[in-house]
């Protein structure tokens, strides 16, 4: 009997969610666990998995068009197969009788030889334009062939290489090839995270502000507390958690930057949902730590290290990532001073954390080493103005310089 | 359903008619003639016929091989009886072509049809002149023989290709000026049959668009049934008083009386008298000018076959006359020579397709070539046709087969093999694990396949 595979659902709040691109095709052999396509909700990316051996029988939900989870986006099964009417008719009913649960995983897909060459055989192609395609390191599958049943022929093949060959005479090409030859999709998660940047700096009014605070005294309470926090609380607090925690506070003091622009609206909030962006291997995630404003330090601490976790392992839920009132971004590791982060929509700021920097400073008349920490904050001009915003770093500031209020 | 207006009931008419009427189009077919163009009524089938004929006579005569006694001196060609099968054969083929416009819906109507404007014809039959409005045109007029300048043909003496196939008898001797496919055809029917030829030909080979070594043992066959052939041998005069020809040959002028002079110099296609010029479509003496989806510049009238002139073949003429119908109907379809296979019904056969060891040589430099001859292969040797050869051509970076020549019994059947090969783009490393029938002609294909990559077996 043919598998119907549904669009998971990734979360509580998860209403659509996209086939950004399908890895097979009608008719191409799976076996269980290949990769068959990859979805997108919201800022996350999933691989779909066969669930069991067999063939594409059809393929439901084209690319790019969202549709609820539950939805059947596609039918495996044995070739030839003839799919019920029942199956057929699931999607109309919305409540798909013998629905496999889709497998997900949002590792790499594996370098699965067997099925990367499988689908590699079924590109209808003549030999002699393989051959000639090898040789010439063309990837056969984005060459349009013009034979039988759209089949590549030589020509097809060698109309490429002329077209890649008069590229390249062109003068300004030598770079121009290189970047041709590195040219990446953009889809699945970042073709997420363009459109939603992009929008951002189209539909808001986006200032960015730099202040340094002096944190000298907080890496040394931090040093002084770590290993007890570690043993109490199996924690390991890091400067990521007291910034989190300053900036949790200093919200709560001005509202203001605790918002959102929303239709021509500022909505304000009571509640600090806290984003913090998590960087992966090919992208970018902003688990969301909800009611930040009831957490003690440890457990903000807690909270952001089991988000940062799920979120490299893939197991962030939607909801998990959604509905943030702030979001801090950290790019110290990578040795960054001061950035323009821009704003996660609808949210009215971001702040921008760099590299703390060893220092002298002059502290009355004594010049010592100090530790500086360099931030940046953007901030929707259209809900609040340069003083406002400078008086909420200035208190994220201050509590980084008077750590011992960041623990009470 | 818009009205589409086909005119020319050739190979390439008749199939671009039934093609268009499958599509849903309304089709009106204009033949001044005969239903069935040049290729039934004066071309391939009339050609063939004659030759089956004349190699039936030449497989009798070698009865005793066989080992079948015959009183080999009463085995005579009846010319009428010879003439009865080709128009029988004829007639059939026409009827069956009327019967399929039938089958498709398609109005034919006889007459001599011009433009008047890119949406209207004149159609004149006898006295009578029709006019004719239509959406879309595809012309395919077709080809007639061209003549010599200086000696047109007055069918008594100089003739062409059509009264070469109903002479009144069995001809004593014949010149055919030009030695070419067509004329190659008729030095082998009639030399057959016991007439005198002499072949006069302007290159230094015949056949000048294959390669020197299989058109010499067709050559070599025709010399040793008794045809005189002067390759690089130009006409000068031809004297229809006293049947003399005039040629130079290699400086030296000949004289030559014939019963007949064939001329066969190669055949142009039909444009004048089309009203070409009256619509604005270009043309040349060369043919129509066509696009890739063989329609000319006036985007609602199309040309296909011999009267876009190219290749002059009657399967070229079906490939033309289908994609010109398709695309009138709005399918998105190109022309496709990737193979074209090109036969010469002579005795022995020869059929190529793709390129000429020449060719091959002038692109790709250096080529690999394998051979397997027919005097190896058992089939042909049962046969008792054991002349000839299979030639393959091997481009020698990626092994693709390049191109295919046969010379031999049955290579015009053979041929389909290499088509296929080169239609489908294939590499002699796919083929060389192939497994041919044995005994078979075929094998012969094999052999010269796995010469080419030097693991031949058999020589
Ligand atoms: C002796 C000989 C042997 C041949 N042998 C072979 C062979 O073995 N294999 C092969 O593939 N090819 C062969 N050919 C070539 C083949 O016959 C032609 O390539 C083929 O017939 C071309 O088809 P066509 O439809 O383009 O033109 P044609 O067959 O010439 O048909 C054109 C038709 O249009 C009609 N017509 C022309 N003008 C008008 C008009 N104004 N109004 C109405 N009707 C008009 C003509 O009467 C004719 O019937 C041979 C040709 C000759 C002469």
């Known amino acids: 009997m043919a598998a119907e595979v549904v669009m998971p659902k990734l979360g509580m709040a998860m209403k659509e969610g996209t086939v950004s691109t399908w890895n097979k095709k009608v008719g191409d052999s799976v076996s269980k666990g290949d990769m068959i396509a990859s979805i997108n909700s919201e800022k996350i990316e999933m691989e779909i998995e066969a669930p069991q051996d067999g063939v594409i029988l059809d393929i439901l939900v084209q690319e790019d068009v969202g549709v609820p989870p539950g939805t059947i986006i596609c039918y495996v099964g044995k070739p030839n197969e003839q799919l019920t009417e029942q199956n057929s008719s699931a999607n109309e009913l919305q409540a798909p009788k013998n629905e496999v649960a889709a497998t997900i995983s949002l590792e790499e897909p594996p370098a699965n030889a067997a099925s990367s060459k499988k689908s590699k055989e079924t590109v209808l192609i003549s030999p002699i334009a393989r051959k000639i395609a090898e040789s010439e390191n063309l990837n056969v599958e984005t060459i349009k062939g013009t034979g039988p049943k759209g089949r590549i022929t030589k020509a097809d093949v060698e109309k490429v290489l002329a077209e890649r060959a008069s590229e390249a005479s062109r003068p300004p090409a030598e770079i121009d090839k290189a970047i041709k030859k590195e040219t990446l999709p953009v889809a699945g998660m970042r073709k997420v995270i363009a459109s939603r940047m992009h929008n951002s700096l189209l539909n808001s009014a986006q200032l960015t502000i730099n202040m340094k605070a002096d944190v000298t005294d907080l890496l040394s309470l931090q040093r002084e507390i770590k290993d007890l926090i570690q043993q109490r609380h199996k924690v390991k607090i890091s400067l990521t958690d007291f910034i989190a925690r300053a900036v949790v506070l200093s919200l709560q003091e001005h509202k203001q930057m605790n918002s959102a622009y929303i239709d021509n609206e500022i909505h304000l909030y009571n509640h600090v949902h806290l984003g913090m962006a998590v960087a992966l291997e090919n992208g970018l995630v902003v688990p969301v730590v909800q009611h930040a404003e009831k957490m003690s330090l440890v457990e903000l601490a807690a909270e952001i290290k089991t988000r940062a976790a799920d979120a490299r392992q893939g197991q962030l839920s939607t909801d998990r990532m959604q509905g943030s009132t702030f979001t801090i971004t950290n790019l110290g590791a990578y040795g960054v001073e001061y950035f323009t982060p821009v704003l996660n929509p609808p949210e009215t700021g971001i702040l921008g954390v760099g590299a703390t920097e060893d220092v002298p400073m002059y502290k009355g008349d004594n010049l010592q080493r100090r530790n500086v920490l360099p931030l940046s904050l953007t901030f929707d001009h259209r809900v609040l103005d340069g003083a406002p915003a400078a008086n909420f770093l200035g208190t994220i500031k201050q509590y980084l310089e008077q750590p011992i209020l960041l623990l009470l | ?459």
């Not at chain 2, 397997?372 to 000839?388: D, H, L, P, Q, Y």
């Open chain 2, 1 to 459: 359903m818009k009205p589409l207006v086909v005119i020319g009931g050739g190979p390439a008419g008749y199939v671009a008619a039934i093609t268009a009427a499958r599509q849903g189009k309304q089709v009106t077919l204009i033949e001044q003639k005969d239903l069935g163009g040049t290729c039934l009524n004066e071309g391939c089938m009339p050609t063939k016929s004659l030759l089956a004929s004349a190699e039936a006579y030449e497989k009798i005569k070698q009865a005793e091989q066989f080992g079948i006694n015959l009183p080999l001196e009463q085995v005579k060609i009846n010319w009428d009886g010879v003439q009865h099968h080709k128009t029988t054969i004829v007639k059939n083929l026409v009827k069956g072509i009327s019967y399929l416009m039938k089958k498709n819906s398609i109005k034919v109507i006889k007459g001599e049809a011009s433009f008047l404007t890119n949406h209207c014809l004149a159609v004149r039959n006898e006295n009578h002149v029709e006019e004719i409005e239509a959406e879309q045109f595809i012309i395919a007029a077709g080809s007639e023989p061209a003549s010599l300048p200086f000696a047109p043909f007055d069918g008594k003496w100089i003739i062409h290709s059509k009264q070469a196939m109903s002479l009144p008898a069995i001809p004593s001797s014949l010149l055919i000026v030009g030695g070419g496919v067509i004329g190659c055809e008729f030095a082998s029917i009639y030399s057959q049959m016991g007439t005198k030829v002499t072949i006069v030909e302007a290159a230094d080979q015949l056949l000048p668009g294959e390669d020197a070594d299989i058109a010499f043992t067709l050559q070599e066959e025709l010399e040793k049934k008794g045809v005189a052939i002067y390759t690089s041998s130009s006409l000068t005069e031809m004297q229809p008083k006293d049947k003399t020809a005039l040629f130079k040959h290699k400086e030296e002028l000949h004289e030559l009386q014939a019963e007949y002079a064939l001329i066969s110099i190669g055949r142009k296609p039909r444009v004048l008298g089309l009203g070409l010029e009256q619509v604005g479509v270009h043309f040349s003496k060369q043919g129509i000018d066509v696009n890739e989806h063989m329609q000319t510049n006036i985007p609602n009238i199309y040309a296909c076959g011999d009267v876009v002139g190219g290749i002059q073949l009657a399967h070229v003429a079906f490939h033309e006359g289908t994609v010109a119908a398709l695309h009138a109907c709005g399918k998105d379809k190109s022309v496709n020579y990737r193979a074209v296979p090109r036969c010469i019904y002579t005795h022995p056969e020869i059929a190529s397709v793709g390129m000429t060891e020449k060719q091959a040589r002038s692109e790709y430099g250096d080529i690999r070539v394998g051979e397997f001859s027919f005097t190896a292969n058992g089939k042909a040797m049962i046969a008792n046709e054991s002349v000839g050869k299979v030639k393959v051509i091997v481009e020698p970076q990626f092994n693709e087969i390049i191109g295919l020549s046969i010379v031999g019994s049955y290579a015009t059947e053979l041929i389909g093999q290499g088509t296929i090969m080169m239609h489908g783009e294939l590499t002699t490393d796919i083929m060389e694990d192939f497994i041919a029938a044995h005994p078979t002609l075929s094998e012969a294909i094999h052999e010269a396949l796995l010469q080419s990559a030097g693991q031949a077996v058999h020589s």
